[in-house]
């Protein structure tokens, strides 16, 4: 079995719904899991925000906008009464549930169930349309079976179990359509893998059931040398190891999202980046073999937060990191990067939720200087332990950029520098001449 999943981009028009319906009615038995229409998850986010403020009339004025984009898309998307009819209900249901809220009290768990609409909506007006063509499909509700524990990870044992029972509940059938982003967490309320997670869910669904592929299909023709929203020239990469996806995801790659290559590395099952619009192009293939040599790709994140710890303690002393680290794994805040000397120790964050409560413990160590918006810029490639002259490049590209931190030799795989957020772009491009030979 394989897992197909599709983004917002891909089913986000009636016509790129059509194609998508081309690419998955074949023999092959598969479980596609789409993501909400491109937009729906903005828009739902905008409304939720609005019911927060209690700014209601605007919340109906957005959700009547987004009603009448759906309106247009079913009549676009069927071409009988019957599956006319399919989507018009399932619009009405969904619009009426989004539209109960701006009568009633809004919390979190409302907001959740809000932004849940959008891959409810769109599995089942592409379900309905694949049954006005006969074809034959199976929806599998994501509420069934995806949830996440109280850490936010995905609770593998309930997802593989359940699972199992949905399929067997539909033996012999080949074509299963799911909600990626959504899941339920501990309490059974609904909630989601963060944005960009219907990636993940592809993943997570594919280890669940030991999948032969996983296949990611989206708006470009594979992992890129470079990010394509900021740099003229980029080329895809036609292969990958699991562990340099990984970094390039969770450094700002926003192909896929951040974690979702973990699930699919713990069952070593291939991961393949397609390309809705060019299916033909053979995109990247992501698997357990390092391949190539040298710089393959960069990616950065911005939003990093810098934390210096200096201390005369640290001398000559030993424990000392022990101490700073269990403070933030006390607040389960991930650390990025550090970088020691004998006096200071400097370590990166994503996740400031409990930076207060960090910074009044590790106080004690000694004296704390915070910066915030950094941004840390991950190059990817295999670089050999007895190989020379990679890391000159890449600082030799950056020559103009002040550097904050660097981080090399943590693994082959990869050079991390941290620069102020304001100079990313100009990083990404400089490397992009400088070690691409491509445009900035
Ligand atoms: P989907 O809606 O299909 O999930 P996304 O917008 O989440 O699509 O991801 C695809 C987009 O990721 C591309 O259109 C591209 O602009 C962006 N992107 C950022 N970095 C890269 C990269 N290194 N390679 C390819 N695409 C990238
Ligand atoms: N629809 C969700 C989002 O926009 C999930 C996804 O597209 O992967 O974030
Ligand atoms: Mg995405």
Known sequence: ?????????????????????????????????????????????????????????????????????????????????????????????????IRSFTQDSFTIHEEKAILAQGELISTALFHFSLEEKGMASTLLPALNFMRIDEYGEPDMAYITGNL??????????ILFITQGYICRNPF????????????????IVGAAIHASEIQIWTDIDGMHNNDPRFVEETHPISELSFDEAAELAYFGAKILH????????????????????KPEAAG??????????????IAAKEGITAVKIKSGRMLMAYGFLRQIFEVFEHYRTPIDMIATSEVAVSLTIDDTTHLDEIVQEI???????????????????????????HALKVFDALKD???????????????????????????????NVGLFNKKG
């Open 258 to 277: 951040p974690s979702s290559i973990r699930p699919a590395k713990d069952k070593n099952i291939p991961v393949r980046l397609l390309n809705t619009m």
């Open 188 to 203: 059974g309320e609904i909630d989601n893998l963060r944005r960009g997670g219907s990636d993940y869910t592809a993943s």
């Open 164 to 173: 199992k029972t949905e399929l067997e509940k539909h033996s012999g059938e």
């Open 401 to 431: 950029i002040p550097i904050r931190m660097i981080s090399y030799g943590g693994s082959r795989y990869n050079v991390s520098v941290l620069i102020n957020q304001q100079y990313k772009n100009k990083a990404l491009k400089a490397i």
């Open 1 to 97: 079995m394989k897992i197909l999943k599709f983004g917002g981009t891909s089913v986000g028009s009636p016509e790129r719904m059509m194609e998508v319906r081309k690419l998955v009615v074949n023999e092959e038995p598969k479980i596609v899991v789409l993501s909400a229409i491109a937009g729906t998850t903005n828009s739902l986010v905008e409304i939720a925000q609005c019911l927060y403020k209690k700014e209601n009339k605007q919340a109906n004025l957005l959700i009547g906008e987004l009603e009448s984009k759906y309106q247009s898309f079913i009549k676009e998307l069927y071409d009988t009464e019957t599956g006319l009819n399919k989507g018009s209900e399932v619009i009405n249901n969904h619009f009426g549930f």
């Open 363 to 389: 106080e004690k160590y000694g004296t704390v200087e915070i910066d915030r918006d950094q941004a840390i810029v991950c190059i990817v490639g295999n670089f050999g332990m007895d190989e020379s002259g």
């Open 284 to 297: 990247t293939l992501i698997g357990p073999n390092i391949s190539g040599s040298g710089i393959k790709a």
